[in-house]
Nanobody, 127 residues
């Protein structure tokens, strides 16, 4: 699976962006998906995740209520809708996919839980 992230950019605090991550190589309808971010000098951190069924979602405390993860299996694309952006949201955002190793449906929150990564897209929020 190859992942291509897009949609990043420069936005003022309080603004919105929608990130997209399109998968190619195989259908991703059975992959759990996640979004992570990494700010300069910091470790990569979990932002949002969705089970392979799309039923379960989970968010980091810092973004809950502002960000929404969703997927369109017909388009092999997962989205991250980001609202009420803050300067502390500034980071490179990565999408990730987990191999469908079982039918068990859950959200995975660790970087090591994922097998495929996109190249990252920069999000910069100005104050």
């Amino acid at each position: 699976v190859q992942l291509q992230a897009s949609g990043g950019g420069l936005v003022q605090a309080g603004g919105s962006l929608r990130l997209s991550c399109t998968a190619s190589g195989r259908t991703f309808s059975t992959n759990a998906m996640g979004w992570f971010r990494q700010a300069p000098g910091k470790e990569r951190e979990f932002v949002a995740g969705q089970s392979w069924t799309g039923v379960k979602t989970f968010y980091a405390d810092s973004v809950r209520g502002r960000f929404t993860i969703s997927r369109d299996n017909a388009k092999n694309t997962v989205y991250l809708e980001m609202n009420s952006l803050k300067p502390e949201d500034t980071a490179v955002y990565y999408c990730a996919a987990r191999k469908p190793v079982s039918s068990f449906s859950r959200v995975w929150v660790g970087p090591s839980d994922y097998d495929y990564w996109g190249q990252g897209t920069q999000v910069t929020v100005s104050s």
